[in-house]
């Protein structure tokens, strides 16, 4: 009798016996084969160990499957029940988290693709499962998706036959040590950076701290001093790798930010703000003499939602 699977360790590198392309016909022969571990979920590994295989699903509309590069979602978030997301992930997530250390520990990933993927809330492979060889995790970021959470996403590269995929550890400072807990707790902490500069500084002092959709000027102190956060027009970071200009940031209130950063709110060419999920004009953008904004960072920022409900 089989081990239960829950007794079968992490381990990385190819499948013995298993050939790159072989066909298998659903979770349970993968799981025999020592393809995939974790039958019935995408990500197989822990947090403290790292991720040996995952299985392209279909699952997420922000992921890009192509045959040597791979943008792969994370897990978390997800309702089983309609298939949509109704959270944000975060990088903390025991699949997220043991990805990350493949990418900081050189360890490669398994990669299995679901054929004939069919359905929109539960998603199945009609025409079962192809191993597609050895990835590694070459970087990673967070963004915003196109459902309006905030995701996590991988960058896969093809590891060709006896190629190795090298570590890409996180430089310790002076008297820490170098273990994956480590390696882990900075990944994540350079991921909640805060960007605070002149730009940032700047926008919010030419609008005085008021919001330039809502007109809130969110004032936190007996003195009078007021809240209000810059918001990148064209999304700084990785994929999208706007700049940190004037001319690509708007002054807000915390609320308009996480609507606009998630397309709930949008721009028009003209600077009109409209509701991105009905299209409904909301009110003119306030827009100060000294501030230019460029029409091509609100372009890109409409581009990114334009597909949000298809499929």
Request: hydrophobic letters at 30%; glycine letters at 18%; aromatic letters at 8%.
């Given at each position: 009798m089989a081990k239960a699977q829950s007794s079968n360790p992490v381990r990385f590198g190819p499948p013995r016996g298993v050939e790159e392309g072989q066909w298998f016909a659903g979770h349970r022969q993968l799981h025999a084969a020592g393809v995939h571990r974790r039958s019935g979920q995408g990500i197989s590994?822990?947090?403290?160990?790292?991720?040996?295989?995952?299985?392209?699903?279909?699952?997420?509309?922000?992921?890009?499957?192509?045959?040597?590069?791979?943008?792969?979602?994370?897990?978390?978030?997800?309702?089983?029940?309609?298939?949509?997301?109704?959270?944000?992930?975060?990088?903390?997530?025991?699949?997220?988290?043991?990805?990350?250390?493949?990418?900081?520990?050189?360890?490669?990933?398994?990669?299995?693709?679901?054929?004939?993927?069919?359905?929109?809330?539960?998603?199945?492979?009609?025409?079962?499962?192809?191993?597609?060889?050895?990835?590694?995790?070459?970087?990673?970021?967070?963004?915003?998706?196109?459902?309006?959470?905030?995701?996590?996403?991988?960058?896969?590269?093809?590891?060709?036959?006896?190629?190795?995929?090298?570590?890409?550890?996180?430089?310790?400072?002076?008297?820490e040590d170098t273990t994956t807990e480590e390696q882990l707790r900075r990944i994540v902490a350079y991921e909640r950076l805060i960007r605070d500069s002149k730009v940032a500084r700047k926008v919010k002092e030419i609008y005085d701290n008021t919001c330039q959709i809502c007109n809130c000027r969110l004032v936190v102190s007996p003195g009078g001093e007021a809240y209000s956060e810059a918001a990148h027009i064209h999304a700084l970071g990785r994929p999208h790798d706007g700049p940190d200009e004037l001319w690509n940031v708007l002054c807000l209130c915390a609320n308009c930010h996480a609507l606009f950063d998630r397309g709930a709110l949008q721009l028009s060419d003209e600077f009109d703000v409209f509701d991105g999920l009905n299209q409904r004009f909301v009110g003119a953008l306030n827009l100060a003499k000294e501030h230019h904004i460029k029409v091509a960072c609100v372009r890109q920022h409409r581009a990114r939602w334009a597909d949000r409900f298809v499929g």
């Open positions: 590994g822990t947090a403290h160990e790292g991720v040996d295989s995952i299985v392209l699903s279909g699952g997420y509309i922000d992921d890009k499957y192509g045959e040597r590069e791979i943008i792969y979602t994370g897990e978390g978030g997800r309702d089983r029940d309609t298939g949509r997301l109704y959270a944000d992930q975060t990088l903390t997530s025991p699949g997220n988290a043991g990805l990350l250390l493949n990418e900081g520990l050189g360890h490669p990933v398994r990669v299995v693709r679901g054929l004939k993927i069919r359905g929109k809330k539960r998603v199945r492979a009609t025409g079962g499962y192809e191993y597609c060889g050895l990835f590694r995790v070459a970087e990673h970021w967070t963004t915003v998706g196109k459902e309006g959470f905030r995701i996590c996403q991988f960058r896969l590269l093809k590891l060709d036959p006896g190629e190795t995929a090298q570590p890409h550890p996180v430089t310790p400072g002076q008297g």
